[in-house]
């Protein structure tokens, strides 16, 4: 079966410092990997995503990830953080089962709080 | 291209009510999963659509069932509303097919609220 475990429920850093949100994955498939995020009162938009391509992984608004399966881990990074950044951050994987189908599971979340 | 579009956004309902609550994919997209968001519970998968059947289906409850149009459209639907079914819940489309789907990229809607009193 397929998990994800996000390792830190809330992360706080000063903007213009970087950022380091972790996740590790369990899988007895070759995974692919996700990370959303998601805004106060809106739905989830993805920032990446991982599938079996490159293992550094860039995706939009500076953010990348890198998939590293010695340590079954899927880290999200980000050199400076800004303020529009504060948001919920979801990793997930997809959940290949025994049938082609598109179903993700949900890490629990990583609030990321951005000080001035 | 237009996003993903829920209706309603908000909804109160009491104990006991039914509740439909609808979506509609990205144009092109015949793949459309539910999720269920909660507190307590985080994101939890409900069921996913493609083609008009059901190809997959969270553990929940048979009171949660859903459905998809010939247009991709789908619905779904809680009958005998509990307090615990509050919660928001999220809409995504991919286009799903075949092999390719565990690796589709899902766009989601931005929910519907629903609060059950």
């Known amino acids: 079966a397929q998990s994800v475990t996000q390792l830190d429920s809330h992360v706080s850093v000063s903007e213009g410092t970087p950022v380091l949100l972790r996740c590790n994955y369990s899988s007895s498939y070759s995974p692919s990997l996700f990370w959303y995020v998601q805004h106060p009162n809106k739905g989830l938009q993805l920032l990446l995503k991982y599938t079996s391509a490159a293992t550094l992984v860039k995706g939009i608004n500076g953010f990348e990830a890198e998939f590293k399966k010695s340590e079954t881990s899927f880290h999200l990074t980000k050199p400076s953080a800004h303020m529009s950044d504060a948001a919920e951050y979801f990793c997930?994987?997809?959940?290949?089962?025994?049938?082609?189908?598109?179903?993700?599971?949900f890490g629990q979340g990583t609030t990321l709080q951005v000080k001035p | 291209k237009a996003g993903v579009t829920q209706t309603p956004r908000y909804l109160i309902k009491t104990r006991g009510q039914q509740v439909t609550l609808s979506c509609s994919p990205i144009?092109?997209?015949?793949?459309v999963s539910w999720y269920q968001q909660t507190p307590g519970q985080g994101l939890q998968f409900l069921f996913e659509?493609?083609?008009?059947?059901?190809?997959n289906k969270g553990n929940f409850p048979g009171r949660f069932s859903g459905r998809q149009f010939s247009n991709s459209r789908s619905e779904m639907n809680v009958s005998t509303l509990e307090l615990g079914d509050s919660a928001l819940y999220l809409c995504?489309?991919?286009?799903?097919?075949?092999?390719?789907?565990?690796?589709?990229?899902?766009?989601f809607g931005p929910g519907t609220r629903l609060t059950v009193l």
């Open positions: 144009s092109g997209h015949r793949s």
């Open positions: 997930v994987v997809s959940d290949r089962g025994s049938s082609n189908t598109g179903k993700l599971i």
């Open positions: 995504a489309s991919s286009l799903g097919g075949g092999a390719s789907a565990p690796t589709d990229t899902q766009y």
């Open positions: 659509y493609f083609s008009e059947t059901q190809r």
